[in-house]
Nanobody
Framework: QVQLVESGGGLVQVGVSLRLSCAAS????????VGWFRQAPGKEREFLAA???????YYADFVKGRFTISRDNAKNTVYLQMNSLKPEDTAVYYC????????????WGQGTQVTVSS
C-alpha cells in the first residue's frame, strides 16, 4: 500500500506563486511515477504534470512554462511549483502514484484546495 498526502494549498492572490507538496509513504520503492491533477467545481479532473522516479518530467501543454514538477527522493516527496496563478487555477489539486508505465494511477491523495482570488 501507498499513502499520499498533499499540502501547500490555500487562498492566494492573482499572480503569486504557490508550491504544493505530495509526501509518499509505504511501498513507494516499486512506483513508476507520481502525477499532479486538479479538479475545479463542475469540471472533470485534468492532468497537469508527472515525474518518473527514474526519469524526467512531462507536462500537459497548458501548464508548460508556468508549472514545474520536481521530486526529492530522499524525502519521498514530489512538488508542484505553480507560478503566475490565475483565478482559473482554482481547484482541488491531487497527487497520484502509478506503479507501472501503462494504465492509470493506482493511489490518490485526499487533495488540497487552491483558491486564487482576484
Amino acid at each position: 500500500q501507498v499513502q499520499l498526502v498533499e499540502s501547500g494549498g490555500g487562498l492566494v492572490q492573482v499572480g503569486v506563486s504557490l508550491r504544493l507538496s505530495c509526501a509518499a509513504s509505504g511501498r513507494t520503492s516499486s512506483s513508476y511515477a507520481v502525477g499532479w491533477f486538479r479538479q475545479a467545481p463542475g469540471k472533470e479532473r485534468e492532468f497537469l504534470a508527472a515525474i518518473r522516479w527514474s526519469g524526467g518530467p512531462y507536462y500537459a501543454d497548458f501548464v508548460k512554462g508556468r508549472f514545474t514538477i520536481s521530486r526529492d527522493n530522499a524525502k519521498n516527496t514530489v512538488y508542484l511549483q505553480m507560478n503566475s496563478l490565475k483565478p482559473e487555477d482554482t481547484a482541488v489539486y491531487y497527487c497520484a502514484l502509478k506503479v507501472a508505465a501503462g494504465g492509470g494511477y493506482d493511489y490518490w491523495g485526499q487533495g488540497t484546495q487552491v483558491t486564487v482570488s482576484s
